[in-house]
């Protein structure tokens, strides 16, 4: 189940985006709009359902979540974008590390 999270995420939205992978959740985070979409097994389903809502690509990063730990990791095939200075999997540029651990921190954090 993949779910657009405007607001403090729920523990049952939480179950549900864990039923794909179980210890984490996939994530594409809009560092614009302030909002993310968690759950399923790839970063580019959450993307996509980003991009159908409004969001624009340049701004959505792709992360993980695991709820256990309380901890954002950030390597996705979606955060490959030369175009932006970001040539790797991993996000590079700390300032939008910093920005997709405070969105994710703000909406799913301490469940």
């Not at 992978?21 to 994530?27: H, S, T, V």
């Not at 399923?40 to 992360?63: K, N, P, T, V, Y």
Request: hydrophobic fraction near 45%; proline fraction near 4%.
């Amino acid at each position: 189940m993949i779910y657009i999270i405007r607001d403090k995420v729920t523990s049952e939205q939480v179950k549900e985006m864990l039923e794909m992978l179980k210890a984490y959740i996939k994530l594409a985070v809009d560092i614009e709009r302030g909002i993310l979409a968690g759950g399923g097994a790839m970063h580019a389903d959450c993307e996509s359902i980003l991009l159908d809502d409004g969001s624009r690509q340049e701004f959505i990063w792709g992360a993980d979540w695991d709820p256990s730990a309380q901890l954002v990791t950030f390597e996705s095939l979606i955060n490959i974008r030369p175009r932006q200075n970001n040539p790797s999997m991993e996000i590079l540029d700390p300032q939008v590390r910093e920005k997709v651990t405070a969105i994710t921190l703000r909406l799913l954090g301490g469940l």
